[in-house]
């Protein structure tokens, strides 16, 4: 089949099987019937993301390469930011972000061993964890219910001076209270850093400006796993306007080295081997000079590739479950008598990832949840709950030290006993969104 022709015919020849393969045997629709499983969340493709993973792997690049490059620019262009780096996952996206403080870079605004940075308990755990294994103190502060973000009246209590940072999460899509943490964070001469993971697409309104979330505090995070508003199977990003900042991101993802120059080009500085750098010999190889003990958080072609298809259907995406989120929240407006609906944060407009739902004093999360989950309705706690509790925290809580609370967590802790969500994906349909307030009006009988 492929003997008569060239390498560009034969692989549009491969490309176009392909477009066939996807549109006969992937992506078949079939009417939703009561009963049918319903994921909180799922992939959104079709032959367009398959034939660019194809296309990628006939290269046989497999590292970052040109399907990265452009991954790269799309996203900055879209958040409307000048510097974006892809990454392997969104828990590397946020290592990267804290780890870029700690560079000896920024000299005396450079986290420390035994610095605080102010967060959450109620969140993801790769959130904190960068912190706690690099040597700084997490201080957890409450958060707001129906928002489920941080309690921003508790941040002046929760300030020292060992203060460097705050790092917390945009909860299920709904942005924080982004104005407050702002000037609280320029106030102290503070680093914020937003985890957008879930909330890719929201937006905030500050300063009279719409901006999207992820681009307002110093450095943002992505992360593209199946279930968040774009996929690329694992993979992450990076965003800030920092050219500093950007250079540290890029050095700590890229085995901590101090070049520059992407893989596979040399001497883009036209200085390789006549720089002096710490003690090393006058002109060593600078491909081979660390200003940082970094590590190697690259992204593959193939999975850039599927990213980029992606991109171009993010706003129908970010659209679609802003629509489902509104019709899902219509439909169980009438049992406000029993359980607390979700609502988003002043001057925001979100992007929802999940619909969060908290159980009032009488009625059961287990009873609902596990209704829900016989009749086919995909579950989800709010991650960790009360992160503190677990078992990765034993020690520190017997030791009594690695970790500072202020204030109480009554709120973080209702959130563990007493919530749970349910996905509102661009996959669901309006019979899907019925179906699930159908069975919660059943369940809270």
Same mark, same amino acid.
């Given at each position: 089949?492929?003997?008569?022709?060239?390498?560009?015919?034969?692989?549009?020849?491969?490309?176009?099987?392909?477009?066939?393969?996807?549109?006969?045997?992937?992506?078949?629709?079939?009417?939703?019937?009561?009963?049918?499983?319903?994921? @909180?969340?799922?992939?959104?493709?079709? $032959?367009?993301?398959?034939?660019?993973?194809?296309? $990628?792997?006939?290269?046989?690049?497999?590292?970052?390469?040109?399907?990265?490059?452009?991954?790269?620019?799309?996203?900055?262009?879209?958040?409307?930011?000048?510097?974006?780096?892809?990454?392997?996952?969104?828990?590397? #996206?946020?290592?990267?972000?804290?780890?870029?403080?700690?560079?000896?870079?920024?000299?005396?605004?450079?986290?420390?061993?035994?610095?605080?940075?102010?967060?959450?308990?109620?969140? %993801?755990?790769?959130?904190?964890?960068?912190?706690?294994?690099?040597?700084?103190?997490?201080? %957890?502060?409450?958060?707001?219910?129906?928002?489920?973000? *941080?309690?921003?009246?508790?941040?002046?209590? #929760?300030?020292?001076?060992?203060?460097?940072?705050?790092?917390?999460?945009?909860?299920?899509?709904?942005?924080?209270?982004?104005?407050?943490?702002?000037?609280?964070?320029?106030?102290?001469?503070?680093?914020?850093?937003?985890?957008?993971?879930? #909330?890719?697409?929201?937006?905030?309104?500050?300063? /009279?400006?719409?901006?999207?979330?992820?681009?307002?505090?110093? &450095?943002?995070? $992505?992360?593209?796993?199946?279930?968040?508003?774009?996929?690329?199977?694992?993979?992450?990003?990076?965003?800030?306007?920092?050219?500093?900042?950007?250079? &540290?991101?890029?050095?700590?993802?890229?085995?901590?080295?101090?070049?520059?120059?992407?893989?596979?080009?040399?001497?883009?500085?036209?200085?390789?081997?006549?720089?002096? @750098?710490?003690?090393?010999?006058?002109?060593?190889?600078?491909?081979?000079?660390?200003?940082?003990?970094?590590?190697?958080?690259? *992204?593959?072609?193939?999975? #850039?590739?599927?990213?980029?298809?992606?991109?171009?259907?993010?706003?129908? %995406?970010?659209?679609?479950?802003?629509?489902?989120?509104?019709?899902?929240?219509?439909?169980?407006?009438?049992?406000?008598?029993?359980?607390?609906?979700?609502?988003?944060?002043?001057?925001?407009?979100?992007?929802?990832?999940? %619909?969060?739902?908290?159980?009032?004093?009488?009625?059961?999360?287990?009873?609902?949840?596990?209704?829900?989950?016989?009749? /086919?309705?995909?579950?989800?706690?709010?991650?960790? /709950?009360?992160?503190?509790?677990?078992?990765?925290?034993?020690?520190?809580?017997?030791?009594?030290?690695?970790?500072?609370?202020?204030?109480?967590?009554?709120?973080?802790?209702?959130?563990?006993?007493?919530?749970?969500?349910?996905?509102?994906?661009?996959?669901?349909?309006?019979?899907?969104? $019925?179906?699930?307030?159908?069975?919660?009006?059943?369940?809270?009988?």
């Amino acid at each position: 089949m492929l003997e008569n022709k060239t390498e560009i015919e034969a692989r549009k020849y491969i490309l176009k099987l392909v477009e066939e393969y996807c549109n006969k045997f992937h992506n078949q629709k079939k009417d939703f019937k009561d009963g049918d499983r319903i994921p @909180y969340a799922s992939r959104i493709y079709d $032959s367009e993301e398959m034939v660019n993973l194809v296309d $990628s792997s006939l290269e046989f690049w497999l590292t970052s390469g040109r399907y990265t490059d452009e991954f790269e620019k799309e996203l900055a262009a879209y958040l409307g930011v000048k510097y974006c780096s892809a990454v392997n996952s969104g828990s590397s #996206a946020n290592l990267l972000a804290f780890m870029s403080l700690t560079s000896p870079l920024l000299g005396k605004r450079a986290v420390k061993r035994g610095d605080e940075v102010i967060t959450v308990a109620a969140g %993801f755990p790769t959130t904190v964890t960068p912190y706690i294994q690099f040597g700084a103190v997490p201080v %957890f502060v409450d958060i707001t219910i129906p928002q489920y973000n *941080i309690d921003v009246r508790m941040l002046e209590k #929760a300030l020292s001076d060992k203060t460097k940072a705050v790092m917390i999460a945009h909860t299920l899509g709904n942005p924080f209270d982004l104005k407050t943490v702002v000037d609280f964070c320029k106030k102290h001469d503070l680093w914020l850093i937003e985890d957008n993971c879930d #909330a890719l697409g929201s937006k905030y309104t500050i300063d /009279g400006k719409e901006c999207f979330t992820g681009t307002i505090g110093d &450095i943002g995070t $992505s992360s593209f796993y199946p279930p968040h508003h774009m996929t690329m199977g694992e993979g992450g990003a990076v965003y800030t306007n920092n050219p500093l900042l950007n250079k &540290i991101v890029r050095s700590f993802r890229d085995w901590g080295r101090d070049c520059s120059c992407p893989s596979g080009v040399d001497n883009l500085c036209k200085h390789r081997f006549d720089g002096q @750098y710490g003690e090393l010999p006058k002109g060593y190889d600078h491909k081979y000079v660390y200003s940082h003990f970094g590590y190697n958080l690259k *992204i593959t072609d193939m999975q #850039a590739a599927v990213g980029c298809a992606q991109l171009k259907k993010l706003p129908s %995406f970010v659209e679609k479950r802003k629509y489902n989120f509104r019709l899902l929240k219509e439909k169980l407006s009438d049992l406000q008598d029993k359980i607390i609906l979700p609502e988003e944060c002043s001057g925001s407009d979100p992007s929802w990832f999940g %619909f969060m739902i908290t159980c009032k004093e009488g009625v059961s999360r287990n009873v609902v949840v596990n209704y829900l989950e016989k009749n /086919g309705i995909q579950t989800r706690n709010l991650f960790a /709950g009360n992160l503190i509790k677990h078992p990765c925290f034993d020690e520190m809580r017997r030791c009594g030290e690695g970790y500072r609370v202020v204030g109480g967590l009554e709120n973080t802790d209702k959130v563990m006993n007493d919530s749970f969500w349910i996905g509102v994906y661009p996959g669901m349909t309006g019979a899907k969104i $019925s179906y699930m307030a159908k069975k919660i009006h059943e369940a809270l009988r």
